[in-house]
């Protein structure tokens, strides 16, 4: 019991010490006075098109940047979250507030994981060890001053597995009792999921994965109600996606589910000189008459009709197959182990120098140079972090293998991304809602390498 107040305190501790460095790192960050397209980015587009949503105007301007809120080309949940937000604050203190929600998703994503990881294993130690890994990641505490989906993505999802995990899959397999019952707690898990691809698209088919772990439950009858409960997940998660389907059918005339970006995405993932959104029409169009809609200004005019990104990805695929493989392959190894968010703590990639440095003659200077690149101490944290919590997470899913019932909708999950991004365009940024899952199962490893090491020194 003493030892369970401890933990208990502990986690709490680093709870507190992770919100604060959150925090600390969002509010130091410059906010824009402005929407500029050079100056915001991704920024800038998700807080106009936030705003035009809620304008009531199909088509407009703000400053000098258009939205088309009938023509929005990705999920909606992140848009809505930026435009509701601007309804009650001002441009600059709209990007305050979201980054103080965005903190508090953050945090609650590391006790989310944390008690993920205790579901799995039964013991405190592994809660706060992943409680310590997710909370002083470097990657994770800068990553909620961003305005861009990841945080709210992983939230979302671990939210999903959470509630899965501890109100149906434990529920059921421990005979243990909720105040909730397990098809109310699936009803809420297909909710999590669905607000998960309403904020990114690559997620649209992972309920599969979910089903699939109902129904071997099922046939090795651990699980009764699967049925029951699969049908409660893909109705409820189906009704939830489709509102956005809904939504731009009834007012726009327009067929979307969820995204229209599958085959750009396809599309990019296959090209080899893909860039910016003009370089990407220009490779498109060349060669071509394509008709566009006379009012279609800036955004809308690099939405192109599925019959072109076909025929594209066609051609690319039929006239070099072994190129297309080796592309994927090598674009996927490299979003997988390159960390995600690097960039944020200076331009100067260590990668490249380390590279360049062995196609050298290695010298102290050199080595020293390296060392006093900006950001060099935080870069080199976020890739050991990053490969160590690979490794060690591989390993932990290989040392929880006898508990498959609790950790295949994880492991499932990373194959799924996996798989989906060697035919999709693959970044770091689109691999790192996996960090969680690698730090998670990482933590595990730790443990159990910590409680086996005696007994091996001992022989």
């Known amino acids: 019991m003493q030892a369970d107040v401890r933990h208990t305190r502990i986690l ?7 919100l604060l460095l959150r925090l600390a790192f969002a509010l130091t960050e410059p906010t824009y006075s402005r929407f500029d397209l050079a100056r915001g980015g991704d920024t800038g587009w998700y807080l106009v098109n936030g705003y035009g949503f809620f304008s009531g105007e199909a088509h407009g301007w703000v400053e000098k940047m258009p939205f088309y809120i009938s023509r929005i080309p990705t999920p909606p949940l992140y848009i809505l979250f930026a435009g509701f937000v601007q309804q009650f604050f001002g441009r600059h203190e709209t990007i305050v507030v979201m980054r103080l929600l965005q903190c508090l998703a953050s945090i609650a994503t590391v006790y989310l994981a944390s008690r993920l990881s205790q579901l799995i294993t039964g013991d405190r130690r592994v809660a706060t060890t992943v409680a310590v890994l997710a909370a002083f990641h470097p990657v994770f505490i800068i990553e909620p001053a961003s305005i861009a989906t990841e945080t709210l993505y992983i939230f979302f999802l671990v939210l999903g597995f ?9 529920a059921v397999l421990r005979q243990q009792e909720y105040k909730i019952s397990p098809k109310a707690a699936m009803l809420l898990t297909a909710t999590a999921f669905a607000l998960a691809t309403l904020t990114r698209a690559v ?7 979910i089903v699939l772990h109902l129904m071997l439950l099922g046939r090795r009858r651990l699980v009764a109600m699967w049925r029951g409960l ?12 489709s509102t956005w389907t809904i939504y731009n059918i009834v007012l726009w005339d327009r067929l979307v589910i969820v995204s229209d970006q599958l085959l750009p995405a396809l599309w990019r993932g296959a090209e080899t000189q893909d860039g910016s959104p ?11 008459e394509v008709a566009t809609d006379d009012d279609c200004q800036v955004d809308c005019k690099y939405q192109h009709p599925a019959e072109l990104y076909i025929e594209h990805i066609a051609a690319i695929v039929d006239a070099d197959i072994a190129g297309f493989i ?3 392959l090598n674009e996927l190894s490299y979003s997988l182990i390159q960390p995600h968010g690097t960039a944020r703590f200076g331009e100067a990639s260590i990668r490249d120098a380390a590279g360049e440095l062995l196609r050298q003659n290695v010298s102290a200077e050199r080595l020293l140079a390296i060392a006093q690149m900006e950001g060099f101490a935080l870069k080199v944290a976020a890739w050991v972090l990053h490969i160590g919590a690979m490794v060690m997470g591989i390993m ?10 609790f950790t295949s909708p994880l492991i499932g999950f990373v194959i799924y991304t996996i798989v989906a991004h060697l035919f999709l365009l693959a970044l770091p940024r689109y691999l790192f809602p996996l960090e969680f899952i690698w730090l998670l199962f990482a933590g595990i490893c730790a443990i159990r390498l910590y409680d086996g090491w005696p007994r091996q020194a001992a022989v």
Do not use: C, H, S
């Open 203 to 209: 997620a649209v088919l992972f309920p599969a994965v």
């Open 12 to 18: 709490w501790i680093v709870l507190l010490i992770g």
């Open 396 to 405: 932990g899913m290989w040392l929880t293998r006898q508990r498959l019932a």
């Open 278 to 288: 003009a370089q990407n029409d220009a490779l498109l169009l060349q060669g071509k």
């Open 162 to 170: 959470w509630l899965y995990t501890e109100y149906v899959v434990v």
């Open 230 to 241: 699969a049908l409660v997940l893909v109705v409820v998660y189906a009704v939830t996606i």
């Open 326 to 328: 080796l592309r994927r």
